[in-house]
C-alpha cells in the first residue's frame, strides 16, 4: 500500500543529512517527472490514431498510469516540504530560540538534538558550548568566593599579626600570640613555652591561669621529655600525637631570625576543631605569626632591658636619681592622699675623695658597690637609689620617722662592717640623713 511511510522511506532511506534528502528528494521528482513525460509521450499516438477497442484501452491504461506518475509528483513535492520543516526549518527555529535565551544568561537551556544531521550536530555542539559556558561561570563564581574567603583570612591575619605587634610588654603579645593561633586554626588548647637554652628547659609563660601549684598546672620540664621540645630543638614546626589524654596537634617553634637564629619558645596547639578555623591548612600562617610574635617578644625584652638600664645605675646596678625623682613623686601623693607614712634615707661616704686618692679609683667603686648592695638589702617595700657621687637614698614606703631613724642607723652599722671586708687599712663610715612627710614636709624638693 502506499502510505507516506512507505513513499518517506522509499524515497529518503537512509539519506539524514540535508543535502542527502535533497538529492534524494531530486532524484525522485525527476524519476517521477519522466516517468510522466515518458507516459504522455506514449498516449499522445495514440490519442492520435483513433483505434479500436483494444487501442482505447490501452491510452485509458496509458492515462491512468500518467495522472498516477502526476499524482507520486505531488505526494513526493509534499514529502520535500514536509521533510525540509521537520528535519530544517522547525529544528533551526528552535536552535534560533534557544540561542536567544543563551544569550540573555539562560545557559540552563538544552537544544534537543533532532532533525537533520547537521541540525542535530549544531545544536549538539550548541548544547557543549552552553555547558562549558555554565562551567566557566561556575568556576568563576568559586573562585570569587575562594578569593573572597582568602582576602577575609589574610585581613584576619593581619589584623591579628597587627594585634601581636603593637605591644611592648610580653604579657599582652603572649595574650595575643595565643588568641590569635587559636583563631587561624581553631585550636581548643594554646600554651605558650619559654624556651630556657642554659638549661634546656621549656619554661610555661601561658595561660597564666595554669601558671602556679594548682593540680592542673604547667610545670617546668626538660627540652628531651617535652613533645614540643622537639620544636624547640629543631627550629621546626613538629606535629603531636595524642598523649596523656591530649588531643593531637602542633608545636610551632618561636624563632627570631637574623644573623643567627634564636628560638624564644614553642606554641604548642592542641585540639584542633577546623570549624571555627580561619585557614584550612593553618601551618604557614601559624609559622608566621609565631615568627611575628618572636620578633615582638624580643623587641619587648630589649624594650625592658633599655628601660631598666636608663633607670639603674651602671656601677652599683641600684636605680639612679631619675628613678628616684619619679617613684617620689609617686609615693608623696599616695601618702598624702591615704595619709601613710614616708621617709626617706640619704646616706654619704664619709671623706670619699681621699678614699680615691689613697687607694685608686677602682678600689673607689668596689666601696660603693658594697654601700649599694647594703643599703639595697631593705625590704621589699624599700627601694634604693644611687643619687650622684658616693650619695645615695633609700625610699621607706610605709614607715614613719622613728623606724626610719632606726633603720638608718642599723645601715650605717652595717656598711661600716661590709666595706670592712675589703681589707682597707682604714675605717670606712658613712653619715645618714632621715626625713619624713609632715606637715611641714609635703613634697619632693622639701
Known amino acids: 500500500m502506499l502510505t507516506p ?3 518517506r522511506q522509499a524515497v529518503l532511506g537512509d ?11 531530486q532524484v525522485a521528482m525527476n524519476r517521477a517527472t519522466g516517468l510522466a513525460i515518458a507516459l504522455g509521450a506514449f498516449e499522445f499516438p495514440l490519442a492520435l490514431s483513433h483505434g479500436t477497442g483494444p487501442v482505447i484501452v490501452i491510452t485509458f491504461i496509458v492515462a491512468a498510469l500518467e495522472l498516477m ?3 507520486l509528483v505531488a505526494l513526493i513535492a509534499h514529502l520535500a516540504h514536509t521533510t ?5 526549518f522547525r529544528p533551526i527555529e528552535e536552535l534560533s530560540s534557544t540561542a536567544r535565551r543563551m544569550a540573555n544568561g539562560d545557559l540552563q537551556v538544552g537544544a534537543e538534538p533532532h532533525g537533520a544531521l547537521e541540525v542535530q550536530q549544531i545544536a549538539s555542539t550548541l548544547g557543549v558550548l552552553a555547558n562549558a559556558i555554565q562551567t566557566e561561570r561556575n568556576n568563576r563564581v568559586a573562585d570569587r568566593r575562594a578569593g573572597e574567603k582568602e582576602n577575609t583570612s589574610l585581613r584576619e591575619i593581619l589584623s591579628i599579626t597587627r594585634d601581636v605587634g603593637t605591644h611592648l610588654e610580653p604579657e599582652p603579645i603572649l595574650a595575643q600570640l595565643a588568641k590569635g593561633a587559636r583563631r587561624l586554626g581553631g585550636y581548643a588548647e594554646v600554651v605558650v613555652w619559654r624556651f630556657d637554652e642554659l638549661d634546656s628547659d621549656l619554661v610555661p ?10 593540680p592542673n598546672a604547667l610545670t617546668r620540664i626538660k627540652v628531651a621529655r617535652a613533645a614540643a621540645g622537639r620544636a624547640a630543638t629543631s627550629g621546626q614546626t613538629v606535629r603531636l600525637r595524642p598523649e596523656d589524654g591530649r588531643a593531637a596537634g602542633l608545636a610551632v617553634p618561636l624563632v627570631v631570625g637574623g644573623v643567627g637564629l634564636r628560638i624564644l619558645g614553642v606554641l604548642e596547639l592542641r585540639g584542633e576543631n577546623t570549624a571555627e578555623a580561619i585557614v584550612s591548612d593553618p601551618i604557614d600562617a601559624l609559622e608566621a605569626l609565631a615568627s611575628h610574635a618572636a620578633t615582638a617578644l624580643a623587641a619587648a625584652q630589649l624594650y625592658e632591658q633599655l628601660e631598666q638600664r636608663s633607670e639603674t645605675d651602671a656601677l652599683t646596678k641600684v636605680f639612679n636619681r631619675r628613678k628616684l625623682e619619679t617613684d617620689l613623686r609617686i609615693e608623696i601623693g599616695r601618702s598624702l592622699r591615704y595619709g601613710h607614712p614616708l621617709s626617706i634615707i640619704m646616706v654619704d661616704v664619709d671623706h670619699f675623695k681621699s678614699i680615691n686618692d689613697s687607694f685608686g679609683h677602682p678600689t673607689g667603686d668596689e666601696v660603693l658597690k658594697v654601700v649599694a648592695s647594703t643599703i639595697g638589702r631593705g625590704r621589699e617595700t624599700d627601694a634604693a637609689y644611687r643619687f650622684g657621687g658616693e650619695e645615695f637614698a633609700v625610699l621607706l614606703r610605709e614607715t614613719d620617722v622613728t623606724s626610719a631613724r632606726a633603720v638608718a642607723e642599723r645601715m650605717r652599722i652595717k656598711i661600716k662592717e661590709n666595706v670592712a671586708t675589703l681589707g682597707l687599712p682604714r675605717d670606712v663610715t658613712a653619715s645618714l640623713g632621715v626625713a619624713s612627710i609632715a606637715a611641714d614636709v609635703q613634697s619632693a624638693e622639701k
Open 69 to 71: 506518475a502526476v499524482v
Open 84 to 88: 525540509l520543516r521537520e528535519s530544517a
Open 5 to 7: 511511510a512507505w513513499l
Open 205 to 214: 609563660v601561658y595561660p597564666p591561669d595554669r601558671l602556679g601549684s594548682k
Open 15 to 25: 539519506a539524514f543529512s540535508i543535502g542527502e534528502q535533497a538529492r534524494a528528494l
